[in-house]
């Protein structure tokens, strides 16, 4: 037996490392998009799915879909992040199938209460509602579940438009900052994604015939229409819609889409809170349009989506806000990350500005590849 060289063998075992990590690169490539398009996100270093983050007296607060509700609280968007609480001490008041985990929370302060909407649903499914809590403190956890303000399938008004059409899940709150008006955008696949207006107290305005705003929707008889995930923001003189489009979850159980069928986040514009809302090619929303603002990236980043937009004060950026799978840590609902980029406008449109740097992140490798890369590293050693 011989003896090699200390440094050879390290030269070689390193060699030996980066060749098994290419062939899981290229391996994966018909998978994971290794562009650069789209940069690096800042890295949030906390698992969430559909994040939700409030920014209030000095500390960022981040609300997920889990079970009651959890939420979370941190000094920075990259934390360290602290356990506060649930919203629910209990199942929701919502009779629906699922109430112990609620999905995709958005939290406000409005007339200085704190509000958080919440959809109760199951995958697949239109029997779904979307329910309120209300709490004068933010951490004292004295939440009050106020049960179903919309539901879809079945349940109260369930027979009007849009929710006869449409899937109560993914609310998302916006104020138009011209007269004050709130309004609740939700939806997801169906008939795509609608607008209504809201009362003084954050219910439906005339629920029996509420006032409605068509704003996403894919045309067309296929069963699949993955626009979901809504938010609006607003910078002037537009309004902004943001979606999220594609397969969002559930890789680990089934499996991987083709690449770029997975999510992503897009966006329209308008210069009126009712739309139309039209894409940079200037295609309406409702006719299946979109620009795409952020995507799976760098064969590190995939399937970001599940958004939100922080404004940015005095001279600080906007942030958008999303969850995504880091390639090299897993694809289980559990394993989304928090991630987070600060917005530059260019011509009206938002463009993403990318992180400094990522840590260090590897490609995940099949099984006949770790084999190879063991194979080779015992030839080295030996």
Same mark, same amino acid.
């Given at each position: ?32 998009? !290794? ?7 800042? $890295? ?6 559909? @994040? ?27 934390? @360290?992040?602290?356990?506060?609480? *649930? ?18 929370? /958005?939290? #406000?302060? =409005? ?13 697949? %499914? ?5 329910? &309120?809590?209300?709490?004068? %403190? ?6 009050? /579940?106020?049960?179903?303000? #919309?539901? *879809? ?7 009007? +438009? ?13 104020? /138009? ?7 609740? $955008?939700?939806?997801?696949? =169906? ?6 207006? &809201? ?63 997975? +999510? ?22 409702? %006719? ?15 399937? @970001?989506?599940?958004?939100? #937009?922080?404004?940015?004060?005095? !001279?600080?950026?906007?942030? &958008? ?18 991630? =987070? !980029? %600060? ?5 009206? =449109? ?33």
């Amino acid at each position: 037996m011989h003896t090699p060289l200390p440094g050879l063998g390290l030269l070689c075992l390193c060699l030996s490392i980066f060749a098994a990590l290419t062939i899981a690169k290229d391996s994966n490539s018909s998978i994971f998009s !290794n562009t650069d398009k789209y940069p690096l996100p800042h $890295q949030g270093n906390v698992a969430a799915h559909d @994040p939700n983050i409030l920014f209030y007296n000095n500390t960022y607060y981040l609300f997920k879909g889990g079970v009651r509700i959890p939420y979370f609280s941190a000094p920075s968007l990259s934390g @360290p992040w602290e356990n506060t609480g *649930t919203i629910l001490s209990g199942l929701s008041e919502i009779k629906k199938q699922n109430r112990r985990h609620p999905w995709a929370p /958005d939290v #406000i302060v =409005w007339n200085d209460r704190f509000y958080c909407f919440y959809s109760i649903s199951q995958s697949g %499914e239109r029997d779904s509602a979307i329910g &309120l809590a209300l709490s004068d %403190e933010i951490n004292t956890g004295n939440w009050t /579940d106020h049960g179903a303000i #919309i539901e *879809t399938g079945n349940g109260t008004f369930a027979n009007v +438009y849009p929710y006869n059409v449409s899937n109560a899940i993914d609310p998302a709150f916006f104020q /138009d900052p011209s007269d004050g008006t709130p309004y609740l $955008q939700y939806g997801s696949y =169906w008939d795509g994604i609608f607008q209504l207006r &809201l009362t003084e107290n954050l219910t439906v305005e005339n629920p029996d015939s509420p006032s409605v705003d068509h704003l996403v929707y894919l045309p067309g008889n296929s069963d699949s229409k993955p626009d979901e995930g809504s938010f609006v923001s607003y910078r002037e003189p537009y309004y902004y819609t943001w979606f999220s489009y594609g397969q969002c979850c559930q890789f680990d159980q089934l499996g991987f889409p083709k690449k770029g069928e997975e +999510y992503s986040i897009r966006i329209g514009r308008s210069e009126s809170v009712h739309g139309p809302y039209v894409d940079q090619d200037d295609k309406d929303l409702l %006719e299946g349009g979109g620009t795409i603002i952020y995507g799976s990236n760098h064969g590190l980043v995939y399937a @970001p989506g599940g958004l939100g #937009i922080l404004y940015g004060t005095g !001279n600080q950026s906007d942030i &958008l806000y999303y969850h995504y799978h880091n390639t090299s840590i897993g694809f289980a609902q559990n394993d989304a990350r928090l991630g =987070w !980029n %600060e917005l530059d406008y260019v011509d009206g =449109w938002p463009v993403v500005r990318g992180a400094k740097s990522f840590g260090i992140s590897l490609q995940p490798m099949s099984i006949m590849n770790l084999l190879a890369l063991l194979g080779m590293v015992i030839f080295v050693l030996v």
